[in-house]
C-alpha cells in the first residue's frame, strides 16, 4: 500500500493496549498499523512519543451568546485554534436556542460562524430553552435528521429552566429519535433562595457565588433528571458534575444498568472555592457554575473519573474576559450573580488531564484515551473519530510525555486575557497534531488554514437495549418505537 503519511517509532494508543509501531495513513484516513511500515510520501518521527486519538472536545462555549446576550470571547477560528494547540482534533459546542427562536435558525447562525472560520472538525450540541410543540414535532426531528443528535437542557436559570414537565418532553422527543440530551443540573430554587438570603445580608463579593449553588443543589437536580430519564426510558448525559454526591448518583444509576452518562471537568480538579476568595476582584476568573467545591471533592472526582463513572473530563470551555467585554460586562465591581459565569480552558483540558492523570498515575493511557476522546466519540455519534484503528479518521494528536512545563497565557491561543491555570507546571504535552491526516498543529505554530474544519454530521444517540424501562409506563404511551424493539 502506498501511504501518504506515515507516523513511525511511536507508542500507538488503541482501546485496549499500547504498543511501539506505526501508523499509515491514506486518504486522510488510518490504512494500516504495523511494527513497521516502509514507504509514505511523509514520514513523522514518533520515537519517544505518544501517539493518541484526537481529543473530542465535548462541551464548550464558542461564539455562543448566554442567555442575558453576552457573547463569549473565542469564535470558532480561535476557539479551534486553542483546543488544536491543545490536543484536540475535533469539537462540538453548543448551538444556543434562546426563546423565541426557532431551531432551524439558530443551526444557520452557527453553521455561518462556524464553517468559514474553524480549523477543526466540528459538530453542535443544541441548547433548548424553548420547547415548543413545533420545536419538539418538527424542528428537534429535522435537526436530528441532519446529524445534530444531542441537545443540553437546563434545571435552573430563569431563563433557561425547562421545568420537569418539559424535561419529560423534551427526553421523550429525544428517545423516539435517537438523540442524547444533556443536562445541567442544578435546583433552581435552592439557588433563588439562597440569592435572596445572600443579597438581604448584602454578602456580594465573589465567595459568595460557591455558598449560593450547595452541593445539595447539583444531587438533588441529578437525582430528579435520573428519575425523569428513567421514567420514559431516555439516555442522559449529565454535564460538569462537581459533586460527590452527584457522581454517587450517576454511579449508582449505572450500576443499575441505566443509560445514564456524565463528565467532569478539569476546573472541578484543579480549583476549589477557595479561590473565589483571591483578592480585589480575582475571585471572579473562578466563577463558573456549579461552583468550585473543595479537595475532597477532587479526590472524589478523580476516583469516580478512575472508575468510569465519568465518561469524559470535558473543558467547558466558557471565555469571558477580564474586562468589561467579559466578567465585568455588568460594572467593575458587580455582586457575584452579575459576574459572567465560566472559566477558559479549552487548550488546558489534556494536559491538565495527562499531567494529574496519566503522569500523575491516577489514569492509564487507554483512559485519558476514553476520557478525552473515544467515550465522546461513541457517546456522540462521531463515527469515524476517537480511536486509532484501520478505517477511522486520521486524528491524531503526538504527545511528548516527559516534557514539563509552566503553563503560560500565550500557550492558549485563544482570545482570553487570563488563563485559570497560569503558572501550573504540567508535564506531558502535545506536539504535534493531524487532522485527517493534515497537520493542524506542529512545533507550537499553527499550519491549518482557516475554515478548513467540517461538519461532521453525527449518527443517532442508541442505548443498551438491555437497559431497563419503567414497564407500566411504556406500552401505554407508545414511545420510543423506532429504537426499541
Ligand atoms: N453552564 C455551562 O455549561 N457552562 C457555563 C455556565 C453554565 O451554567
Ligand atoms: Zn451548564
Ligand atoms: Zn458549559
Ligand atoms: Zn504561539
Same mark, same amino acid.
Given at each position: 500500500m502506498e501511504f501518504d503519511t506515515v507516523i513511525h517509532g511511536g507508542t500507538i494508543v488503541t482501546p485496549t493496549e499500547s504498543w511501539q509501531g506505526d501508523l499509515g495513513l491514506v486518504g486522510g484516513r488510518i490504512a494500516a498499523l504495523a511494527e513497521r511500515l516502509p514507504g509514505g510520501a511523509r514520514r513523522i518521527d514518533a520515537t519517544g512519543r505518544l501517539v493518541l486519538p484526537g481529543g473530542i472536545e465535548a462541551h464548550a462555549h464558542i461564539a455562543q451568546e448566554s442567555s442575558s446576550g453576552l457573547m463569549s470571547a473565542d469564535d470558532y477560528y480561535t476557539g479551534s485554534v486553542s483546543a488544536a494547540f491543545g490536543g484536540n482534533s475535533s469539537f462540538i459546542p453548543f448551538a444556543a436556542q434562546h426563546r423565541g427562536q426557532s431551531v432551524d435558525a439558530v443551526i444557520e447562525t452557527y453553521d455561518s460562524r462556524a464553517a468559514p472560520n474553524s480549523v477543526l472538525d466540528y459538530s453542535y450540541h443544541l441548547i433548548i430553552s424553548d420547547p415548543t410543540e413545533k420545536v419538539l414535532t418538527e424542528e428537534l426531528p429535522r435537526a436530528f435528521a441532519r446529524g445534530i443528535t444531542s441537545f443540553k437542557v437546563f434545571m435552573t436559570y430563569d431563563l433557561m429552566n425547562l421545568g420537569d414537565r418539559g424535561m419529560l418532553d423534551i427526553l421523550t422527543v429525544a428517545r423516539r429519535h435517537g438523540a442524547l440530551t444533556m443536562v445541567h443540573a442544578e435546583n433552581n430554587d435552592m439557588v433563588k433562595w439562597m440569592n435572596a438570603r445572600l443579597a438581604a445580608a448584602g454578602? =456580594?463579593?465573589?465567595? *459568595?457565588h460557591a455558598i449560593s449553588r450547595p452541593a445539595l443543589a447539583e444531587a438533588e437536580a441529578i437525582n430528579r433528571a435520573i428519575a425523569l430519564a428513567r421514567l420514559v426510558g431516555a439516555g442522559l448525559f449529565i454535564v460538569h458534575v462537581s459533586t460527590p454526591e452527584g457522581a454517587d448518583l450517576v454511579a449508582r444509576a449505572q450500576a443499575c444498568g441505566l443509560p445514564i452518562h456524565a463528565e467532569t471537568c478539569p476546573q472541578y480538579l484543579a480549583?476549589? /472555592?477557595?479561590?473565589?476568595? /483571591?483578592?480585589?476582584?480575582?475571585?471572579a476568573k473562578y466563577i463558573c457554575s456549579p461552583p468550585l467545591r473543595d479537595t475532597a471533592t477532587q479526590a472524589a472526582l478523580w476516583s469516580h473519573a478512575r472508575r468510569g463513572t465519568f465518561e469524559s473530563v470535558s473543558s467547558d470551555h466558557a471565555p469571558y474576559r477580564f474586562d468589561a467585554s467579559g466578567k465585568f460586562a455588568n460594572g467593575?465591581?458587580?455582586? *457575584?450573580?452579575?459576574i459572567a459565569n465560566g472559566l477558559p480552558g479549552i487548550a488546558m483540558r489534556l494536559p491538565y488531564l495527562f499531567s494529574e492523570g496519566v503522569a500523575a498515575g491516577r489514569i492509564s493511557l487507554q483512559q485519558f484515551a476514553a476520557l478525552s476522546s473515544s467515550n465522546a466519540a461513541r457517546l456522540f455519534g462521531m463515527? /469515524?473519530?476517537?480511536a486509532l484503528l484501520p478505517? *477511522?479518521?486520521?486524528d491524531i494528536a503526538i504527545w511528548n510525555p516527559e516534557e514539563t512545563r509552566e503553563v503560560t497565557l500565550?500557550?492558549?491561543?485563544? =482570545?482570553?486575557? *487570563?488563563?485559570?491555570?497560569?503558572g501550573m507546571r504540567l508535564t506531558g504535552w502535545p506536539e504535534h497534531v493531524l487532522s485527517r491526516g493534515e497537520t493542524v498543529v506542529e512545533a507550537g505554530e499553527l499550519k491549518a488554514a482557516r475554515g478548513r474544519g467540517r461538519f461532521v454530521a453525527r449518527a443517532p444517540y442508541r442505548p443498551d437495549p438491555n437497559a431497563p424501562v419503567e414497564p407500566e409506563l411504556d406500552p401505554a404511551l407508545n414511545f420510543g418505537a423506532e429504537i426499541r424493539p
Amino acid at each position: 500500500m502506498e501511504f501518504d503519511t506515515v507516523i513511525h517509532g511511536g507508542t500507538i494508543v488503541t482501546p485496549t493496549e499500547s504498543w511501539q509501531g506505526d501508523l499509515g495513513l491514506v486518504g486522510g484516513r488510518i490504512a494500516a498499523l504495523a511494527e513497521r511500515l516502509p514507504g509514505g510520501a511523509r514520514r513523522i518521527d514518533a520515537t519517544g512519543r505518544l501517539v493518541l486519538p484526537g481529543g473530542i472536545e465535548a462541551h464548550a462555549h464558542i461564539a455562543q451568546e448566554s442567555s442575558s446576550g453576552l457573547m463569549s470571547a473565542d469564535d470558532y477560528y480561535t476557539g479551534s485554534v486553542s483546543a488544536a494547540f491543545g490536543g484536540n482534533s475535533s469539537f462540538i459546542p453548543f448551538a444556543a436556542q434562546h426563546r423565541g427562536q426557532s431551531v432551524d435558525a439558530v443551526i444557520e447562525t452557527y453553521d455561518s460562524r462556524a464553517a468559514p472560520n474553524s480549523v477543526l472538525d466540528y459538530s453542535y450540541h443544541l441548547i433548548i430553552s424553548d420547547p415548543t410543540e413545533k420545536v419538539l414535532t418538527e424542528e428537534l426531528p429535522r435537526a436530528f435528521a441532519r446529524g445534530i443528535t444531542s441537545f443540553k437542557v437546563f434545571m435552573t436559570y430563569d431563563l433557561m429552566n425547562l421545568g420537569d414537565r418539559g424535561m419529560l418532553d423534551i427526553l421523550t422527543v429525544a428517545r423516539r429519535h435517537g438523540a442524547l440530551t444533556m443536562v445541567h443540573a442544578e435546583n433552581n430554587d435552592m439557588v433563588k433562595w439562597m440569592n435572596a438570603r445572600l443579597a438581604a445580608a448584602g454578602l =456580594a463579593a465573589p465567595k *459568595y457565588h460557591a455558598i449560593s449553588r450547595p452541593a445539595l443543589a447539583e444531587a438533588e437536580a441529578i437525582n430528579r433528571a435520573i428519575a425523569l430519564a428513567r421514567l420514559v426510558g431516555a439516555g442522559l448525559f449529565i454535564v460538569h458534575v462537581s459533586t460527590p454526591e452527584g457522581a454517587d448518583l450517576v454511579a449508582r444509576a449505572q450500576a443499575c444498568g441505566l443509560p445514564i452518562h456524565a463528565e467532569t471537568c478539569p476546573q472541578y480538579l484543579a480549583f476549589t /472555592r477557595a479561590d473565589l476568595d /483571591r483578592p480585589g476582584m480575582e475571585g471572579a476568573k473562578y466563577i463558573c457554575s456549579p461552583p468550585l467545591r473543595d479537595t475532597a471533592t477532587q479526590a472524589a472526582l478523580w476516583s469516580h473519573a478512575r472508575r468510569g463513572t465519568f465518561e469524559s473530563v470535558s473543558s467547558d470551555h466558557a471565555p469571558y474576559r477580564f474586562d468589561a467585554s467579559g466578567k465585568f460586562a455588568n460594572g467593575a465591581e458587580p455582586a *457575584y450573580p452579575a459576574i459572567a459565569n465560566g472559566l477558559p480552558g479549552i487548550a488546558m483540558r489534556l494536559p491538565y488531564l495527562f499531567s494529574e492523570g496519566v503522569a500523575a498515575g491516577r489514569i492509564s493511557l487507554q483512559q485519558f484515551a476514553a476520557l478525552s476522546s473515544s467515550n465522546a466519540a461513541r457517546l456522540f455519534g462521531m463515527e /469515524r473519530k476517537g480511536a486509532l484503528l484501520p478505517g *477511522y479518521d486520521a486524528d491524531i494528536a503526538i504527545w511528548n510525555p516527559e516534557e514539563t512545563r509552566e503553563v503560560t497565557l500565550a500557550d492558549q491561543h485563544d =482570545a482570553m486575557d *487570563y488563563t485559570p491555570f497560569e503558572g501550573m507546571r504540567l508535564t506531558g504535552w502535545p506536539e504535534h497534531v493531524l487532522s485527517r491526516g493534515e497537520t493542524v498543529v506542529e512545533a507550537g505554530e499553527l499550519k491549518a488554514a482557516r475554515g478548513r474544519g467540517r461538519f461532521v454530521a453525527r449518527a443517532p444517540y442508541r442505548p443498551d437495549p438491555n437497559a431497563p424501562v419503567e414497564p407500566e409506563l411504556d406500552p401505554a404511551l407508545n414511545f420510543g418505537a423506532e429504537i426499541r424493539p
